[in-house]
């Protein structure tokens, strides 16, 4: 409940900010207690559960994947 008078970028990667599950696939229909589900529509990037400190860059991530893929031409 401590504000940071100075947000800082506090960049983690995901799946390395040490929270188990974190930057994992859903194996379950729900997330676990803590963790969101990050699924960006388009994105070629497989929903993923995220912590909390994970979860933004677990976005990003997953809409930098929502380019036109190049030749995947198939449904
Ligand atoms: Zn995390």
Known sequence: MVGQS???RV???PGECGRELCGT????GRA??????IRVPG????????????????RALAELRTGPAESEGGR
């Open 43 to 58: 994105s070629r990037e497989p929903a993923r559960w995220y912590c909390h400190g994970c979860a933004e860059y677990g």
């Open 11 to 13: 960049v983690s990667r």
């Open 32 to 37: 676990p207690d803590g963790m969101t589900t």
């Open 25 to 28: 696939e859903p194996t379950a």
């Open 6 to 8: 100075a947000p800082g």
